[in-house]
C-alpha cells in the first residue's frame, strides 16, 4: 500500500485548496477511502469517506466546505477544501479503506492571514 497526498499549504480565511492524494499496490477501485486530519495538538479526526462508488459520508460540520471525490481509472482520491477557517488547519492524511493506520505522509494545510 502506498499513499501520496499532495496540495497542501498556505491559504487565506475564506480561501479554497484541493488535496489530492495518489494511491498504488491496492485495488483502488473497490476500496474505500478516507481523508482524516490531525490539527496541531490534537487527535486525528475523520474527515470524510467515499466509496468505491463515489458514496460520500463527511463529519458534522464539514459537508457543505469540503468535497471529497476521486477518480478510479487514475487510482486518486480527492479533498476541495472551501471556506477553509483557521480551525481547518491541520495534517492531512488519505487512508485506506475506514481504518486510519494506512495512510500516507500526510500534507499540512495552513489557514492563516
Known amino acids: 500500500v502506498r499513499l501520496v497526498e499532495s496540495g497542501g499549504g498556505l491559504v487565506e480565511p475564506g480561501g479554497s485548496l484541493r488535496l489530492s492524494c495518489a494511491a498504488s499496490?491496492?485495488?483502488?477501485?473497490?476500496?474505500?477511502m478516507t481523508w482524516i486530519r490531525q490539527p496541531p495538538g490534537k487527535a486525528l479526526e475523520r474527515v470524510a469517506n467515499?466509496?468505491?462508488?463515489?458514496?460520500?459520508y463527511y463529519a458534522e460540520g464539514l459537508q457543505g466546505r469540503f468535497t471529497v471525490s476521486r477518480d478510479n481509472a487514475k487510482s486518486m482520491l480527492y479533498l476541495r477544501l472551501t471556506s477553509v477557517k483557521t480551525e481547518d488547519t491541520a495534517m492531512y492524511y488519505c487512508?485506506?479503506?475506514?481504518?486510519?493506520?494506512?495512510r500516507g505522509q500526510g500534507t499540512q494545510v495552513t489557514v492563516s492571514s
Open positions: 487512508t485506506k479503506g475506514t481504518g486510519w493506520t494506512d
Open positions: 467515499i466509496s468505491p462508488s463515489g458514496n460520500t
Open positions: 499496490g491496492f485495488t483502488f477501485g473497490a476500496t474505500y
